[in-house]
């Protein structure tokens, strides 16, 4: 059974860092696609980044230039460095992975807080 299990969230004061992993388990493959979501209070879940298995990023306007998605295939796990923080960042976030097949995994969230 695949589990994805996110870690790094966090309080963070506005401007700062941090950085969040996601450990895939129970598959020796290599998922097609990892990548992040997020969950404001009050709104609906949004795509924040996405990394392909060949490199391909992707990355939501409001995050461009100051999020980083990398990835460890050996390892299945997907990171998002968060840098410049804003208050509007502050959300649960969510691992995902899709494999060859098409089947899509979540996480369980991880609560990012950024507020002085």
């Known amino acids: 059974q695949v589990q994805l299990v996110e870690s790094g969230g966090g309080l963070v004061q506005p401007g700062g860092s941090l950085r969040l992993s996601c450990a895939a388990s129970g598959t020796m493959f290599i998922f097609n696609v990892m990548g992040w979501y997020r969950q404001a209070p009050g709104k609906q879940r949004e795509w924040v980044a996405t990394?392909?298995?060949?490199?391909?990023?992707n990355y939501v306007a409001s995050v461009q230039g100051r999020f980083t998605i990398s990835r460890d295939n050996f390892k299945n796990t997907v990171y998002l460095q968060m840098n410049s923080l804003k208050p509007e960042d502050t959300a649960v976030y969510y691992c995902?992975?899709?494999?060859?097949?098409?089947?899509?995994?979540w996480g369980n969230g991880t609560l990012v807080t950024v507020s002085s």
């Open positions: 995902n992975a899709v494999s060859s097949n098409g089947a899509n995994y």
């Open positions: 990394k392909g298995n060949r490199g391909t990023t």
